[in-house]
């Protein structure tokens, strides 16, 4: 296959230097990471915390991804108290600290693992993905996912994260696998660069299957394809069809299934159903054996 250049991330929007903080924040910069200190203005309503403190650091290049990264860290503290949970509820009155970690690079190697490629144009390539193969390199799985089998497959030997990408910060359908991390990175080849905002490696990616589910992909070869594809899938222009087994018969035949669910708290590995936690996901079903 010829090279591809897949996305190539435009400069990180910096934040002037002399710009004046607003009086009950207190935020740092450093070898450390960002460090944010405020108090919840009186007047909001209730929000996630994970949203809140996002919202506050958001210009400042820090995406809710991390920002959850440090919750589960525990890093933040509501009130002098440490939270976990990023769904946890804050209200006008609580005073939010947090510490924002720096993150290092995460590069993608090309490596020779076959790919079942049902169809490829210079644009786009579809890809089967087996049952459990990762999607994409993060934390715990730099290697042998289906981002490391695409670079080789296209000829390009390494990518490196650089930055967020607009388009996925509208695009919360962008993941079937995560349901509170919305941001995904656009990427660049090339040598590590200094203002590495996220540590998870996605060239190409428009939207991600669990590790355990085979199925395909759609993988964008350019940024107009990858985003003409991010904006059907924000749009819901195109269909997913997933085949499941089930014990014993459902009934009705087909039916409209409607259950929130979240990470399971005891492993963070699978979803459950958890009603009360705020999403909700429907689904069409229906027997066809």
Not at 62 to 71: D, K, L, P
Not at 157 to 174: G, K, M, N, Q, V
Not at 219 to 234: G, I
Request: glycine share 8%; aromatic share 4%.
């Amino acid at each position: 296959a010829s090279r591809s250049h897949f996305l190539r991330a435009s400069r990180p929007r910096c934040v002037s230097s002399d710009a004046v903080a607003e009086p009950a924040l207190a935020r740092r910069g450093g070898h450390a990471g960002t460090r944010l200190e405020e108090a919840v203005p009186a007047a909001e309503g209730r929000s996630r915390v994970d949203a809140w403190i996002s919202a506050r650091l958001g210009g400042g290049g820090v995406s809710r991804a991390r920002v959850q990264a440090s919750i589960r860290a525990g890093l933040v503290a509501v009130n002098g108290r440490p939270v976990s949970k990023v769904s946890h509820t804050v209200k006008g009155g609580d005073k939010v600290s947090c510490t924002v970690s720096e993150l290092q690079p995460l590069r993608a190697e090309a490596e020779d693992i076959p790919l079942d490629i049902v169809y490829e144009d210079e644009h786009l390539l579809v890809v089967n993905k087996p049952a459990h193969m990762v999607v994409h390199p993060a934390p715990g799985n730099a290697n042998g996912t289906l981002v490391n089998a695409i670079l080789h497959h296209c000829k390009i030997s390494t990518f490196t994260c650089l930055a967020r990408s607009p388009i996925y910060d509208e695009c919360p359908e962008s993941s079937d696998d995560d349901v509170d991390v919305f941001d995904v990175d656009q990427f660049t080849i090339g040598e590590v660069s200094s203002e590495v905002r996220e540590a998870i490696v996605r060239p190409g990616i428009v939207h991600r299957l669990d590790k355990g589910t085979s199925g395909l992909l759609v993988v964008a070869k350019d940024e107009h394809s990858h985003a003409q594809l991010a904006e059907q899938f924000k749009l819901h222009t195109i269909s997913r069809v997933y085949i499941s087994l089930t014990c014993g018969v459902p009934s009705p035949n087909s039916a409209r299934i409607e259950v929130p669910i979240s990470r399971d708290p005891n492993n963070r590995t699978r979803m459950v159903a958890a009603p009360g936690s705020g999403h909700r996901y429907a689904k069409h079903a229906a027997s066809i054996k």
